[in-house]
């Protein structure tokens, strides 16, 4: 059963910045779009970024637009989600999956979200402002 493992959340203040980690072991990324999600309590679950395996695009969602980065190291089959200029309403549980039906990204709309699987249990992202 493959499952992701996030790694990186932490508490940070306001302004700061975090890494998040995720990786299955065992596990080859190649060939599978790879995306973080975050779930506030109380809020629908939000697609945050992604990235391709395809062709390395990313995608991001417009609230993390200029304040987020993700990428790949493949010869570690782990995807990172380097976070800048944190806010508070950045708060959430952040986990990764992989689209088990592209290798290219579309976008996070809540009308893609049927298409992930290997979902991580999460990692804690809390900003005190």
């Known amino acids: 059963q493959v499952q992701f493992v996030e790694s990186g959340g932490g508490l940070v203040q306001a302004g700061g910045s975090l890494r998040l980690a995720c990786a299955a072991p065992g596990f080859s990324l190649a060939g599978y779009a790879i995306a973080w999600f975050r779930q506030a309590p109380g809020k629908e679950r939000e697609g945050v970024s992604c990235?391709?395996?395809?062709?390395?695009?990313?995608w991001y969602g417009d609230s993390v637009k200029g304040r987020f980065t993700i990428s790949k190291d493949n010869a570690k089959d782990t995807v990172y989600l380097e976070m800048n200029t944190l806010k508070s309403e950045d708060s959430a549980v952040y986990s990764c999956?992989?689209?088990?039906?592209?290798?290219?990204?579309?976008?996070?709309?809540?009308?893609?979200?049927?298409?992930?699987?290997?979902w991580g249990q999460g990692t804690q992202v809390t900003v005190s402002s």
């Open positions: 999956a992989a689209n088990l039906m592209r290798s290219r990204c579309i976008g996070l709309g809540t009308g893609t979200h049927h298409e992930f699987g290997y």
């Open positions: 990235i391709s395996s395809s062709d390395g695009s990313t």
